[in-house]
C-alpha cells in the first residue's frame, strides 16, 4: 500500500475530504476523511467511487491540432498567435473564456488575470453561472457582498430546516446525512421540503410544499407579509441594520392570501402551517439550491428568502441564516477569484472604478476590463452570430449542459478558432476544438477549492501526470509568456499563485471587504502543501468561538453604509413564461452520476444505480397518453426532441415531468435533454432557467 494523501471530492459543493492511497494493483482506496470538519469521515456514493473513475481509457494525453497529435511548443504557440491576433484585429471582446465549477482557484485565478487584466475584457465565464450566478447576484444586493453567513453546524442547531428546491438527498448527500443525524437526536426538529416535485429528499420532511414551479417570490413575499401581521419584525435589528423594508413589505403584501393560494398551488391550510412554523420558532435554517437559482426570477427568489432573514434578524447566529448551498466543488473559490463575468478578483466590483485601479495596480497589469462581459448565454450567442472569434473551453462540456445545446454545438462548428482543454478526448465539445489541450485530472492536479460554508481545502497530487497533460493554470501561463505577459505569468507552482491571490485580498482592505486571507500570503511551499482546510474569515479573525466563523449577527455588512438591503421581490412577468406546450418539464440531477458523466459513467456500479436515461411521468398524463413503463417516450418542443423511457410515478404531479441532466447523446442517442431547454435567463444574473421547460409527450 502506497502513502495516504489527504485530498478533498472533486463533485459537490459539500467539499468532503477524502483519504486517497494508492494499492499495489495500481487502484486507489477511497475514505471519508475524520479529521475533515465539513463531512467527518463520510462520504456519498459518488464520492466513494471515486476509485473506479482514475484510469486512463478515453484520456486526451496529448495536445492535437485539428485531430492530429502536436507538441505542447506548437500548440502553445499557435492557441497565443491566434488569441494574438484575434484581439489585435477585432479587439480584446472579440475573444472569450468559458471555464468551470470543477477548475481548482489557482487556475480559475489564473484565467480571470490573464482575461481581465492583461486581454483586457471581462469575456470569462463559467459553468457556474448555470449553478448559482442568481445567489451571487442575491447575496451583492442584500449584503452588499457575495457572503454566505452560515455554516453547516446551522443546520445541526436549527429547529426548522426549510429546503428551497434543493433534493439535498440525491444532490448534496452528506449534508442530507448530517440533517438526518440530527433530526435523529432531535426528533422535534423539523424540515420542510419546497418543491414542486416529492423527490428522495421528501423521505425526510415533516412538511412538503409542492409548490408550482417558480412560485417561490410568492411562497416568501407570503411569508414576509405573515410575519410582519403576527409582530414578529425584529425592530431593532431592522433599525440598526438594514434599509428598505417599507418598500419590500409592500411589494409583499401585494398578493392577498387567496392569491397566494392560487399562485402556489398549495392548500390554504398547508401554507398557513408552513408561515406559523417558520415565524413560530428562532432558529430556522433556509437552505436554497438549484430550484431557486435557475429561474427568470432566481435573484428575486433569493432575495425574498432573504428578506424573511434580516425581518426577523435570524441571520449569522447559531442554527439560523439564509444559507445558499452550491451545486459544484469549487463554484465558491471561483467566485472569489472574480471567475464571473460581472465580477473582480478577491469579490471586488467590476463596476467600481476604485476596486479596478486596485486590481490593475496590484497586477501591474496593462489594462483592465471596464464593463461586465459576455455572461454564458450571451457568451454563445456572441460565438454564433461572429462576435466571439476565438474561445478558449476549459474543463466544461457546455454542447450538453447548456440551455439550447444544440445551438451551442451549432455556433462552435462555426467558430474560427475554439480551443478546448479537458481530460477527456471525445466529449461532445472536445470534437469541435481546433487545438485539443490535455488537463491534469482529480489525484493529478493540485491546488485549493472553496466549499459552500466557506472553507478552503487543498486538492492534493497524489497520481503521476499521465502522457503529456499539464495543469490548465500552466497552460494558461504558456500562453500569457507567448503574448508577452511572461513577468506577471511567472510562476513555478500552485503555491505561487495562491501566495498572490490571498495578497490581493489583503490589499488595501482594511476590513472594507469580506475576503481577506492576506494571512497566507507569505506561506511556504511546504506549508503550502500540508495546509488543512480553513474557513474564511479565519485566519483574520480571532477564532473563539464558532460564531467568529459566521458573518452578520451584528450587521457589518458590506454595503456603503454597513447596512443590509431589503428587496422589493417580484415575479417576472406572464409573457416571459407563457406556455405553449401542455407539460412542464423539470431537470436535474440523479443521485450517482455527475454533470456529463465523463467520468462517473467509468463506474459500473454508479451507473447500475440507474443506468439509463428517463422521464417521470404522472399516472393521470401517463394513462391519457397511452404510455406504460419502462415505454419510448418522445419529448418535444418546437427547439428540439429527445427519446427516453417512461418512469411513471406520482413523485411529479399531474401535468409536469422530470428528465436528469447527465446524458449525453453518445451515452444514449438522443437523450441531451437540454437541448430542449430555451436561452432564457434571470435578467439579473443571467442564470438560465434550466427547470420550466414548455414541452409535449408521446410515446415513441
Ligand atoms: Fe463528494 Fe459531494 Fe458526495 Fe461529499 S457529498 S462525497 S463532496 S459528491
Not at 481548482?104 to 488575470?113: G, P, S, W
Not at 426548522?160 to 440530527?182: D, E, M
Not at 451515452?667 to 434571470?682: F, G
Request: one cysteine or more.
Amino acid at each position: 500500500m502506497g502513502c495516504s494523501t489527504k485530498t478533498t471530492c472533486p463533485y459537490c459543493g459539500v467539499g468532503c475530504g477524502v483519504v486517497a492511497t494508492p494499492m499495489p494493483n495500481g487502484r486507489v482506496d477511497i475514505k471519508g476523511d475524520e479529521d475533515h470538519p465539513s463531512n467527518f469521515g463520510k462520504l456519498c456514493s459518488k464520492g466513494a467511487a471515486l476509485g473506479e473513475t482514475l484510469d486512463l481509457e478515453g484520456r486526451l494525453l496529448s495536445p492535437e491540432i485539428n485531430g492530429k497529435a502536436a507538441s505542447w511548443d506548437d500548440a502553445l504557440d499557435l492557441v497565443a498567435q491566434k488569441f494574438k491576433q484575434t484581439i489585435a484585429d477585432y479587439g480584446p471582446d472579440s475573444v472569450a473564456f468559458y471555464v468551470s465549477g470543477q477548475m481548482l482557484t489557482e487556475d480559475y485565478y489564473v484565467a480571470n488575470k490573464l482575461m481581465k487584466g492583461f486581454f483586457g475584457s471581462a469575456n470569462i465565464d463559467t459553468n457556474s453561472r448555470l449553478c448559482m450566478a442568481s445567489s451571487v447576484a442575491g447575496h451583492r444586493r442584500a449584503f452588499g457582498s457575495d457572503t454566505v453567513p452560515g455554516i453547516y453546524e446551522d443546520l445541526e442547531l436549527a429547529d426548522v430546516i426549510v429546503l428551497v428546491g434543493s433534493n439535498l438527498a440525491w444532490c448534496h448527500p452528506v449534508i442530507y446525512q448530517r440533517i438526518v443525524a440530527a433530526k435523529a437526536i432531535r426528533p422535534n426538529m423539523k424540515v420542510v421540503l419546497v418543491d414542486p416535485r416529492r423527490t428522495m429528499t421528501a423521505d425526510i420532511a415533516d412538511i412538503h410544499l409542492a409548490v408550482a414551479p417558480d412560485s417561490d417570490v410568492a411562497l416568501f413575499n407570503g411569508l414576509l407579509s405573515y410575519i410582519s401581521q403576527q409582530g414578529a419584525i425584529d425592530a431593532d435589528y431592522v433599525a440598526r441594520h438594514t434599509n428598505g423594508l417599507p418598500e419590500a413589505l409592500e411589494a409583499a403584501q401585494s398578493l392577498s392570501f387567496e392569491k397566494l393560494v392560487e399562485r402556489t398551488g398549495l392548500p390554504a391550510a398547508e401554507l398557513s402551517a408552513f408561515y406559523a412554523l417558520w415565524t413560530g420558532n428562532e432558529k430556522v435554517v433556509t437552505v436554497y439550491s438549484q430550484g431557486v437559482n435557475q429561474s427568470l426570477s432566481g435573484t428575486d427568489k433569493v432575495n425574498a428568502i432573504i428578506n424573511c432573514h434580516l425581518a426577523t434578524g435570524r441571520i449569522g447566529r447559531p442554527g439560523m441564516g439564509p444559507f445558499s448551498i452550491t451545486g459544484q466543488p469549487n463554484a465558491m473559490g471561483g467566485r472569489e477569484v472574480g471567475g464571473l463575468a460581472n465580477m473582480l478578483a478577491s469579490h471586488m466590483a467590476l463596476e467600481e472604478p476604485a476596486h479596478r485601479e486596485l486590481v490593475q495596480r496590484f497586477w501591474n497589469a496593462p489594462v483592465i476590463a471596464d464593463k461586465p462581459g459576455l455572461k454564458a448565454v450571451e457568451m454563445f450567442d456572441a460565438v454564433a452570430d461572429g462576435r466571439i472569434k476565438a474561445i478558449w473551453i476549459m474543463a466544461t462540456n457546455p454542447v450538453v449542459s447548456m440551455p439550447d445545446a444544440g445551438a451551442i454545438e451549432n455556433a462552435l462548428k462555426a467558430c474560427p478558432f475554439v480551443v478546448v482543454s479537458d481530460i477527456m478526448g471525445k466529449t461532445d465539445t472536445v470534437r469541435h476544438a481546433h487545438v485539443k489541450l490535455p488537463s491534469l485530472g482529480w489525484g493529478e492536479k493540485d491546488g485549493t477549492v472553496t466549499n459552500s460554508e466557506r472553507r478552503i481545502s487543498h486538492q492534493k497530487k497524489f497520481l503521476p501526470s499521465p502522457g503529456n497533460a499539464k495543469a490548465d493554470w500552466w497552460q494558461m501561463a504558456e500562453v500569457a509568456k507567448r503574448m508577452g505577459f511572461g513577468k506577471a505569468f511567472d510562476y513555478d507552482s500552485t503555491a505561487a499563485i495562491f501566495r498572490e491571490y490571498t495578497a490581493l485580498t489583503a490589499f488595501e482592505n482594511n476590513g472594507k471587504r469580506d475576503l481577506d486571507i492576506g494571512a497566507y500570503a507569505e506561506i511556504s511551499d511546504q506549508d503550502y502543501s500540508a495546509l488543512k482546510p480553513f474557513q474564511w474569515p479565519a485566519p483574520m479573525r480571532k477564532m473563539q468561538t464558532t460564531q467568529d466563523q459566521r458573518f452578520f449577527a451584528n450587521g457589518g455588512f458590506f454595503t456603503v453604509d454597513g447596512k443590509a438591503n431589503f428587496v422589493a421581490a417580484s415575479e417576472p412577468s406572464e409573457s416571459a413564461v407563457k406556455a405553449h406546450y401542455p407539460f412542464t418539464l423539470n431537470t436535474g440531477r440523479i443521485r450517482d452520476h455527475w454533470h456529463t458523466m465523463t467520468r462517473t459513467a467509468k463506474s459500473p456500479r454508479l451507473s447500475a444505480h440507474i443506468a439509463e436515461p428517463f422521464v417521470e411521468i404522472h399516472p393521470s398524463d401517463a394513462l391519457k397518453k397511452n404510455i406504460r413503463d419502462a415505454d419510448l417516450v418522445c419529448i418535444k418542443n418546437g427547439r428540439s426532441e429527445i427519446i427516453v423511457r417512461a418512469l411513471i410515478t406520482d413523485r411529479v404531479k399531474q401535468g409536469h415531468i422530470f428528465v436528469p441532466m447527465h446524458f449525453t447523446d453518445q451515452i444514449a442517442a438522443n437523450a441531451r435533454v437540454d437541448k430542449l431547454v430555451a436561452p432564457a435567463t434571470d435578467p439579473i444574473s443571467g442564470q438560465p432557467a434550466l427547470k420550466n421547460t414548455h414541452v409535449d409527450i408521446a410515446k415513441y
